[in-house]
């Protein structure tokens, strides 16, 4: 059994992107595998939060794994900060990371473009945080989209430069990127992935939509004049990316969604897209409206600390004993 690793940040309502290329996969991971779905709260500090909307987003992205199928029985659902081993981890793995390595992050590039002085520290030393969270649990696959690939692959670099430095305690995780689904692109800039933090409303779907809102996005979604329904990500980026949303919506494949419009008009296709994804995301509201407010949540998230602690606690000392830290009591 394959131990995996996922944590998503808690900074606004999670996208049908998020749903697509992340969240309906880990639902099939946790039949046969050891899952660890992680809420990294710490991470969101990297920029400015108000408190109470932290801890609302902290609660409502919780209910939503539960509501998307993650299922507390079979994996271990937490929230970083319940667990103090990922932020002593995370130091010890800056005390082995090289500022050069971690200015090269292309986020931490983006976000510090023009002058550093308003920067967070913290934006340019999260990825070691990161490998921290990964590390810590003996993770062997980590599935993320394209854009998390340069942190994992400074996660794997940490991990090997620990064991050779001081012992060899860390497994060295594998990259997972989906392939169909991985990145859904912005409704109203095709080209760009959707993100839950655009500014424009109109070019992301969030899971928490109403099915008036997911409807009208969609119908108002930027597409080509040619009329036709075919794949095309170069040429007709914002079909493609329709295409890619109803395929991963209903599990039918591009070739065949192609055919099954091939007579139809763009508002005809758009229509049948709104209402698959639609028919998606309708159980999953309904079950996080009947969680978001219960004691149940709360008790999920209790005992998936427990775990993540009780699991964390033993890769921490670990690490601490092979970099030399505390004390070594003598036996009586």
Not at 300 to 322: H, R, T, W
Request: some cysteine; aromatic content about 6%; proline content about 4%.
């Amino acid at each position: 059994m394959k131990k995996i690793f996922s944590g998503i940040q808690p900074s606004g309502t999670l996208t049908l992107g998020n749903y697509l290329g992340a969240m309906k996969h880990f639902v099939e991971l946790q039949d046969d595998n050891q899952c660890y779905f992680c809420i990294v709260d710490e991470h969101a500090l990297t920029v400015p939060q108000d408190r109470l909307k932290l801890r609302e987003n902290i609660k409502s992205l919780a209910a939503l794994y539960i509501a998307s199928g993650i299922d507390p029985e079979k994996s271990v659902l937490f929230i970083q900060s319940e667990v103090p081993a990922h932020t002593q981890l995370g130091w010890m793995l800056q005390t082995v990371s090289y500022i050069g390595e971690l200015e090269r992050m292309t986020q931490f590039k983006d976000k510090s473009k023009g002058s550093k002085e308003a920067v967070s520290a913290g934006l340019l030393t999260y990825p070691p945080l990161m490998a921290a969270d990964i590390l810590l649990y003996g993770t062997d696959i980590v599935p993320v989209g394209e854009d998390q690939k340069q942190h994992l692959e400074l996660t794997r670099d940490l991990a090997q430069r620990f064991n050779s430095r001081f012992n060899d305690i860390f497994t060295i995780p594998e990259i997972s990127i989906p392939k169909v689904g991985a990145r859904i692109m912005s409704l109203q800039d095709p080209t760009k992935k959707m993100s839950k933090s655009d500014q424009n409303q109109k070019a992301v779907i969030l899971m928490l939509d109403t099915e008036k809102q997911i409807e009208k996005k969609i119908k108002s979604a930027v597409t080509d004049s040619e009329g036709v329904v075919k794949y095309d990500k170069d040429n007709k980026p914002g079909i493609s990316n329709l295409l890619t949303i109803y395929s991963c919506c209903t599990g039918e494949s591009i070739e065949q969604l192609e055919e099954k419009y091939r007579d139809s008009g763009y508002g005809e296709f758009k229509q049948a897209t709104a209402n698959v994804v639609i028919e998606t995301l309708r159980p999953i509201q309904q079950r996080y409206e009947e969680l978001i407010q219960t004691e149940e949540l709360d008790t999920l998230l209790d005992q998936g600390a427990q775990k993540a602690n009780a699991d964390a606690q033993k890769m921490l000392i670990k690490a601490k004993k092979a970099m030399g830290l505390g004390r070594v009591k003598k036996k009586k």
